[in-house]
């Protein structure tokens, strides 16, 4: 069991990979028919988060729907501004960067055998994209389920394995020592 929770503590770090959000609502035109001329988006388009993220896409007149990775959007804020403080984006990717960095001390810990220190971070781990989905769903940068990819739900689903094995260690670990415990008390 123990090497199945170090190995589901290895897998986000592949699904962070993943997309999980489609955050750009820009038209998404067909075989590049039509060529997307900065000058007519309005300003505010310009400097939103997204936009920096999806400069990409928009430079090489791809698809315009911006996919979105962990990574991605865990690092966008290195580039950011102070105004970028006042946009609710900004605290949705900023609980990403945390989820990264809880899943990195939950390989460490499950690593170094402490169940109970990766159970507290995959419970806190599995707040942090649900708070930050919140966050987008309420700022309205999402409309609707067809925004989130499979990323996103992969993800959830990994940390509630961790969550259920971890959780299943532990309660088998405190059986044995509690059972072994009351033996030698009896006798």
């Known amino acids: 069991m123990k090497s199945v929770i170090k190995f589901l503590n290895l897998l986000p770090f592949i699904l962070f990979f993943m997309p999980f959000f489609q955050l750009c609502t820009l038209p998404n035109y067909k075989d590049n028919a039509v060529e997307v001329d900065l000058s007519k988006l309005k300003e505010t388009e310009k400097d939103t988060i997204v936009d920096k993220i999806g400069n990409e896409s928009i ?24 105004q970028s403080l006042k946009d609710p984006l900004f605290y949705a990717f900023l609980c990403f960067t945390f989820l990264v960095l809880g899943s990195i001390f939950s390989l460490f ?48 689903l990994n940390i509630l394995l961790i969550i259920y094995f971890s959780k299943r260690h ?16 009896v006798l």
């Open 109 to 156: 810990f499950a690593i170094k055998n402490k169940f109970n220190l990766v159970f507290i971070c995959s419970l806190v781990n599995l707040s942090l994209p649900i708070i930050s989905l919140f966050i987008l769903y309420f700022s309205n940068y999402i409309d609707d389920e067809f925004e989130l990819k499979y990323g996103f739900y992969l993800l959830i």
């Open 170 to 185: 532990l309660i088998k670990n405190l059986i044995i020592h509690n059972n072994g415990f009351q033996k030698q008390t």
């Open 59 to 82: 430079k090489h007149k791809e698809r315009i729907g911006c996919n979105v990775n962990v990574y991605r959007m865990s690092f966008v804020f290195v580039n950011m501004d102070f």
